[in-house]
Nanobody, 120 residues
Framework: VQLQASGGGLVQAGGSLSLSCAASRLVFSINAMGWYRQAPGRQRELVASIANGGATDYADSVKGRFTISREATKNTVTLQLNNVKPEDTAVYYC???????????????WGPGTHVTVSS
């Protein structure tokens, strides 16, 4: 499984940014895709996820500001970050959860991470 992320970088507070991730070399089907982030000295946390059926989940801190979407035919997921805040500064990791053919076993994979820095 290969996850290739793009986007990220430096943005001013109140600005916007977009992160994209493409999954390839998939052995099983995708159950969900999403983004996590890890700020210095903090644990990795869920930012947003989107399930195969389209259901989304967001961290409370990003609700109303971030939007996750998925292009199923291309196995890509995009996170649109609007009205960013300095506390959004972190390394963002693309995540994919695969489901095997039985539907009973799940496997998690992570991308290499992309930096997002929000200046005040």
């Amino acid at each position: 499984v290969q996850l290739q992320a793009s986007g990220g970088g430096l943005v001013q507070a109140g600005g916007s940014l977009s992160l994209s991730c493409a999954a390839s070399r998939l052995v099983f089907s995708i159950n969900a895709m999403g983004w996590y982030r890890q700020a210095p000295g903090r644990q990795r946390e869920l930012v947003a996820s989107i399930a195969n059926g389209g259901a989304t989940d967001y961290a409370d801190s990003v609700k109303g500001r971030f939007t996750i979407s998925r292009e199923a035919t291309k196995n890509t997921v995009t996170l649109q970050l609007n009205n960013v805040k300095p506390e959004d500064t972190a390394v963002y990791y693309c995540h994919v959860k695969l489901r095997d053919w039985t539907g009973l076993h799940f496997y998690d994979y992570w991308g290499p991470g992309t930096h997002v820095t929000v200046s005040s």
